[in-house]
């Protein structure tokens, strides 16, 4: 079982930048794809970004290409999503996702964070 833990939100003004942290622990040797969503009141949970850990690539949506970064430090076990030049449209819940295969959609992933909130002012 993969337990992840989110870190790293809060409020920021637009245009700055926030790195979102989520610490996997547990059996994550079996981990295929971990992933970034995000989730804004009275919307869908949106896809962010993904990290294929068998190196096969990332994944931008494109509303945060070049803004966004994925990563993954391996001696920790903690992924990172770096935000870049923050937008008020970014603002939501954002979630740590971790499971057999990468896909855009949630039901691809199997472990899911608590979350941690976003705010982008203006």
């Known amino acids: 079982q993969v337990h992840l833990v989110e870190s790293g939100g809060g409020p920021v003004q637009a245009g700055l930048s926030l790195t979102l942290s989520c610490a996997a622990s547990?059996?994550?040797?079996?981990?295929?794809?971990m992933a970034w969503f995000r989730q804004a009141p009275g919307k869908e949970r949106e896809g962010v970004a993904s990290?294929?850990?068998?190196?096969?690539?990332?994944y931008y949506t494109d509303s945060v290409k070049v803004r966004f970064t994925i990563s993954r430090f391996y001696t920790n076990n903690t992924l990172y999503l770096q935000m870049n030049s923050l937008k008020p449209e970014d603002t939501a819940m954002y979630y740590c996702?971790?499971?057999?295969?990468?896909?855009?959609?949630?039901?691809?992933?199997?472990?899911w964070g608590q979350g941690t909130q976003v705010t982008v002012s203006s």
């Open positions: 996702a971790a499971g057999p295969a990468c896909g855009g959609s949630a039901s691809f992933y199997t472990t």
């Open positions: 547990g059996h994550t040797f079996n981990l295929v794809c």
């Open positions: 990290l294929d850990i068998s190196g096969r690539g990332t």
